[in-house]
C-alpha cells in the first residue's frame, strides 16, 4: 500500500493552523528566516512546499540568499538573528559550501530557534532521551511509522544513511520505543553489505540520495519501507527505491508525496514549539 504523506500533512496542518491562530491573535505574528549559502536543486523544492505552508499557516517566511560568505560573516548572520526577538527559528539549507563547516552552524545556532534540530544542544539531548526541538525528516519518518505500525518495540529497523540530520536522529527516536536499529552508510555498500541489513528489516528506511540503491531482492517481502531520499531522474523527482519494490513490501512511501510533505508540517510544528518556548508559553524545558 502506498502511504499518502500529503493526507498525513495536511491533518497535522490543520492542527497546527488552529494553534498558531490561537497564539498568534495578540499580535505577535510568528516568524521563520530560511537561509541559503549555496543554492541546491534538492533544497528549492523544500523552500517552495516552507512558502506555501506559512502561507497556509499565516506565518511570517523570509528567505535569503547569499554567495560567496566568509564563515566569520555566516557567524555574524546568524549571530544577529539569534538575538532578534522577531525571528523565532532559522532554517540553514544544507548543502553548505565547502568552506563554511556544518560544525559552525551547529556551534552557534541557538538551540531556541533551531527548527531543524541541528545544533549542538538539541543533538545532546535528543541522544540523552530528553528531545526538544528534533530533526522535521526524523520527526516525519517516526510519525509515519507510528501511524502504520504503533508497536516498535524489537522490530528490526534498517536504516540506510546516517547523516546528523536524517539517519542519527531518527534512530535515537527509535531506540527510544525500543526497536532494533542497524545505521547503515556508504562504507555498508562499498563494502558490499548493505544488502545483508536491508533484507533483514521489518522497516526499511533509505536516506542515502541515490537513486534506485533499494531494489526487490534487498527488501523483505512485508516490510514497511520509507523512502526518504531525493534524486533528480530526467526532470523528475524520485526517491531511493527501484519501483519494483512496491509489489514486496506492505507499506511505502512515494516520492514526492511521502516523506517530504510530512518533513514540511513538522518542521512548522517545531516552529510553534520554539515560539511558544521563546515567549514562556509552554513548560518545555532544555
Ligand atoms: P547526506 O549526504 O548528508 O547523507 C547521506 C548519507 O547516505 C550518508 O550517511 C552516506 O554515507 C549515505 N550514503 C550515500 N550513498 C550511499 C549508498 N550508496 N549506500 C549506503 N549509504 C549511502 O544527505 P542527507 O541530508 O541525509 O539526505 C539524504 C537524502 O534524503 C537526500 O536525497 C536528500 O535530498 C533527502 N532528504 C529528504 C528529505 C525529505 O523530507 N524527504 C529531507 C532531508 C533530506
Known sequence: ?????????????????????????SGDKIKLVSLNFKGSSAYLL????????????GVDFQTFHYRNLTGKKVGKIVEELNDNSHVHGIVIELPLPPKIKFELISDLLDYRKDVEGASVVNQGLLSLGRP?????????????????SPQLYGKNVTIVGASSLVGKPLAQLLLKEMATVSVTHIATFKSGNLSRYTRQADILIS?????????????????????????HKRGRIVGDVSEEVRRKCRYITPVPGGVGPVTTA???????KAFLNQKGISNVKR
Open 266 to 272: 513538522f518542521l512548522f510544528s517545531n516552529l510553534l
Open 132 to 148: 526538544f526541538l528534533v530533526s522535521p525528516t526524523a520527526l516525519a519518518c517516526f510519525h509515519i511509522l507510528k501511524t502504520l
Open 207 to 231: 536516506a542515502a540520495g541515490k537513486q534506485e540503491l533499494i531494489t526487490k531482492d534487498m527488501v523483505k517481502k512485508g516490510a514497511v519501507v520509507l523512502d526518504v531520499g531525493i534524486n
Open 46 to 57: 523544500y523552500q517552495r512546499s516552507q512558502r506555501k505552508t506559512a502561507d497556509y499557516l
Open 1 to 25: 500500500m502506498i502511504v499518502d504523506g500529503k493526507a498525513l500533512a495536511a491533518s497535522i496542518l490543520e492542527r497546527l493552523r488552529r494553534k498558531i491562530k490561537y497564539y498568534s491573535s
